[in-house]
């Protein structure tokens, strides 16, 4: 039975292709109160605001690059199991050759409808604007996750992350739950490792690599058997 590495992503992979993370200086969440922009109460008080942060986002996306980091990890692919669970809502795991990608958060590239969740359309980098409506006529909104909302896939990835013979921490500063209580899930004996310049995740029985992630994921991927 192949290895299965299973790599836990944060904004902090994506921050080196020039995409903001949240909450390091200058982040998304400097500019911007999640309660304007990242909640269903947010979207109900100004659709317009929030529809134009993310269509903000998504242009941003689309001239974006996948970087280093998303491609050793997509290489990986060619030696061993690999799943991304991701909280990043942009599609850069998927532009660097990631074919197991789960995103726990959503995708940017995605509208579904404002009264039938189960209506979910590919808009690739296109705008969403007020009017834009799903085939029975309710508002479309971004495919994304918003703070109070239920988290589809998260069991799916923790059922992903029982199934580890490694994990790999990169870009996160788990603080959001219940992504963050991920960690948790792996058995006592499967090896984590953590690449974040910044102060490491709290994570105790991690070894760290205090480095960015495209030279970080490097380092880690040199030492794999
Ligand atoms: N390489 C690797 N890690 C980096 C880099 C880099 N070049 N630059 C910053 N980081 C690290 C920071 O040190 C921090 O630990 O990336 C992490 C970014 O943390 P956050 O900004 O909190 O992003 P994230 O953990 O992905 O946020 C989780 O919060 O707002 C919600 O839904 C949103 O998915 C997001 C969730």
Not at 30 to 43: G, K, L, M, N, R
Not at 190 to 205: L, M, Q
């Amino acid at each position: 039975m192949q290895n299965h590495i299973v790599v836990l992503t944060g904004a902090g992979i994506s921050a080196e292709s020039g995409l903001s993370t949240f909450r390091d200086n200058g982040g998304l969440w400097e500019e911007h109160s999640v309660y304007d922009v990242a909640t269903p109460e947010a979207f109900a008080r100004n659709q317009e605001l929030v529809l134009r942060f993310y269509n903000d986002r998504r242009r941003q996306l689309e001239s974006a690059q996948s970087n280093q980091a998303h491609r050793l990890l997509a290489e990986l692919e060619s030696r061993y199991r690999v799943t991304v669970v991701t909280q990043n809502v942009d599609d850069l795991h998927e532009r660097g050759g990631s074919s197991n990608v789960i995103h726990l958060h959503g995708e940017l590239t995605k509208a579904r409808s404002s009264r039938h969740p189960e209506l979910v359309y590919d808009i690739g980098y296109r705008d969403i604007r007020q009017g834009d409506t799903c085939e029975r006529g309710a508002q479309l909104r971004p495919h994304i996750v918003w703070f109070g909302e239920e988290v589809p896939m998260l069991d799916r990835a923790a059922e992903v992350v029982r199934s580890a013979d490694q994990l790999l921490i990169v870009g996160t500063s788990l603080q959001v739950y219940p992504a963050a209580g991920l960690v948790y899930e792996v058995d006592r004996e499967i090896p984590i490792t953590v690449v974040d310049p910044g102060e490491p995740a709290s994570v105790s029985r991690a070894r760290f690599i205090c480095k960015g992630a495209c030279e970080g994921v490097a380092d880690w991927v040199a030492g794999l058997p």
